[in-house]
């Protein structure tokens, strides 16, 4: 939950979540499972029991679900050439006309939808009230606007934009080589050996790991070159203590994507099914929460985004 995630900007003033708890549970917007011939379905889905929402701290969680079945057309016209094949040596006839190669073709796509396994997706939405950002539970944009499109139609109207900095390449590969600078904010830190990707101007490709920052053949390298990812750490400014780790990709147009993300979660073990309490859901947003406040504050300085209420 939570391992990859884009971050986005609302407007308070135009975004009343104040009804969400009525509103997420019109029967239009929940998720049902695909029957037969049904090829897609999304909506929102409860936790546990009948819960669909956790709150907890003004924040909210919803849990959406996107549901496929999908066909391959290599698949279809295989199973149509056999069926054509049957058909002639049955009917003693050369050719088949377009019209029935068609009426085939359909036949044999529905059979194969409806036995075909739907495929789930499951985004969680993390609405945080504090500093009004929302976190989308994929690195995949398409998806994450989905979601949110969905969570629109819920509360009548949302007004967002992504976490984004057009410039922050260039700010990190300015940062990385001086020697002397080791913390973006008192909280974040870009370790002695990072793990980064950088591009030139034509995308060519460097990825670097184990090289010491304080070399020169890692200046040499990163000159003229713009970072696409790169790890970071989160600590505590007074212990000093990691806190969480992530990979920041910079996507189009300057778009912060969050993937690998890891943070401490000892009590809370993702592999035992049966934590159907809201502790658990509740346990991870809230340091969701907190450790994205000290991030997004973190990057709003160093990359001088602008994030107006």
């Known amino acids: 939950m939570f391992k990859s995630f884009i971050a986005y900007k609302y407007n308070s003033s135009e975004t009343d979540v104040s009804k969400i708890n009525k509103q997420i549970k019109n029967k239009d917007l929940l998720f049902t499972e695909l029957t037969n011939f049904d090829t897609f379905s999304e909506g929102f889905s409860c936790f546990y029991d009948d819960t669909f929402i956790i709150e907890s701290d003004n924040r909210i969680l919803l849990k959406i679900t996107f549901s496929s079945k999908t066909v391959s057309n290599k698949t279809v016209d295989s199973l149509l050439n056999d069926k054509i094949e049957q058909l002639k040596t049955t009917e003693k006839i050369d050719e088949v006309s377009n019209a029935v190669r068609e009426i085939y073709r359909e036949q044999l ?158 009590s809370i073990d993702e592999s035992d099914t049966t934590n159907d309490s809201s502790y658990f859901y509740t346990s991870k947003m809230l340091l969701i929460g907190r450790y994205m406040r000290l991030i997004i504050e973190s990057f709003v300085d160093f990359f001088e985004i602008q994030d107006d209420k």
């Open 109 to 266: 796509y529905r059979e194969c939808i409806k036995y075909t396994e739907p495929v789930n997706k499951i985004v969680y939405l993390l609405i945080d009230q504090h500093i009004n950002y929302i976190y989308v539970s994929t690195s995949n944009s398409n998806i994450a606007e989905d979601a949110l499109h969905l969570l629109r139609k819920s509360l009548g109207k949302l007004v967002c934009r992504q976490l984004e900095s057009i410039n922050a390449p260039s700010f990190l590969s300015s940062f990385l080589c001086c020697t002397t600078k080791k913390h973006i904010s008192e909280y974040i830190v870009i370790s002695d050996y990072p793990i980064l990707t950088a591009v030139d101007d034509n995308s060519c490709c460097v990825k670097l790991d184990g090289i010491s920052r304080c070399a020169q053949p890692f200046i040499d390298i990163l000159s003229g070159l713009s970072i696409k990812s790169i790890d970071m750490m989160l600590l505590d400014d007074l212990t000093s203590e990691q806190l969480a780790i992530f990979s920041l990709l910079i996507g189009r147009n300057g778009i912060f994507i969050f993937k690998k993300f890891k943070y401490d979660v000892e």
